[in-house]
């Protein structure tokens, strides 16, 4: 009788009992892989710990959960006491060129990205200037500011309102506001790679080089992607289009980062800007190639 009761709580007793103390070394590469931060890292190192180690798989396993629990504790900690002017994130970008002898030409690019996010919002701010002076005449001059904030009513769904200030008399403008509200979904929401996709309608409102001005309802759709195709390299493409009685407008920016040191980068891209009827004597599309630095922060 006792030798049945002892059987049939042996799997109770065991159920109960913590998993064996990590190896050291793989404790070493655990403890060195969680203090990074990174997901992936973590679940890298785990694999083959679990492979060279298959005794301490349970071990591992317990370290990782509790590692998750606290990360996500202290996340939402964090956000519960950020103030206004906490948790933005963002990267400055400068790049430029300047020649002397033969030719004596001046170009300048530099970007501005911030962002903030909580569980149910998100504030995005890009402000962005290219200059170009060719043998003292001015041949690029634009300057763009742009706020969207999000709000977010499900993991993938959200609402996002758009204000945005540009100008580029080379275009053919000298100011141009756009107001714009209306739905956003995540199509791809994936460690390393995420699709955002808006649409909704808009309020546009130009200034001519000519004088003339023009403001009208339009339609705005906008493409967010990012992909990373490792540690050390990622490409974006951001694409948006006012489409309108009058002058629609599309652009698309088309960039490749290179991770450098720390939180400095490489980054090549290309911009191209459509107008559908520009002013008299402008082309309707204008490119931009930029080879600049960045740094995160």
Not at 194 to 201: H, I, K, N, S
Not at 271 to 288: C, K, L, N, W
Request: aromatic share 10%.
């Amino acid at each position: 009788m006792h030798v049945r009761i002892a059987l049939l709580a042996a799997p109770l007793l065991l159920a109960n009992t913590d998993p064996p103390p990590l190896p050291p070394t793989i404790k070493a590469m655990l403890d060195a892989a969680m203090a990074s931060g990174n997901e992936g890292e973590v679940a890298t190192v785990a694999k083959y710990a679990r492979a060279a180690a298959p005794d301490a798989a349970p071990a591992i396993t317990a370290a990782i959960d509790h590692w998750r629990k606290d990360r996500s504790a202290k996340r939402e900690e964090t956000l519960r006491n950020a103030g206004v002017f906490d948790l933005w994130q963002g990267r400055a970008e400068l790049g430029g060129y300047l020649t002397t002898g033969n030719t004596q030409d001046t170009g300048l690019s530099s970007t501005i990205d911030l962002s903030r996010e909580t569980p149910r919002w998100r504030h995005k701010i890009h402000l962005a200037a290219d200059y170009k002076k060719s043998a003292g005449v001015i041949s690029r001059e634009h300057y763009l500011a742009g706020y969207e904030p999000n709000f977010k009513f499900s993991p993938r769904g959200y609402v996002y309102g758009a204000a945005q200030f540009e100008s580029d008399r080379f275009l053919g403008y000298t100011d141009r506001y756009s107001a714009s509200i209306g739905a956003g979904y995540s199509a791809i929401k994936k460690p390393g790679v995420t699709l955002d996709l808006e649409l909704g309608p808009a309020y546009r409102d130009t200034s001519f080089t000519d004088r003339t001005r023009e403001s009208s309802v339009a339609a705005r759709g906008s493409l967010d992607f990012d992909l990373r195709l490792s540690r050390a390299i990622s490409v974006s493409q951001d694409a948006s289009a006012y489409f309108q009685h009058y002058n629609s407008t599309v652009s698309s920016t088309t960039a490749l980062n290179a991770k450098l040191i720390g939180p400095l980068a490489a980054r090549f891209s290309y911009v191209v800007q459509y107008e559908s009827m520009p002013s008299i004597g402008r082309v309707g599309v204008d490119t931009t190639s930029r080879a600049s630095l960045a740094y995160s922060f």
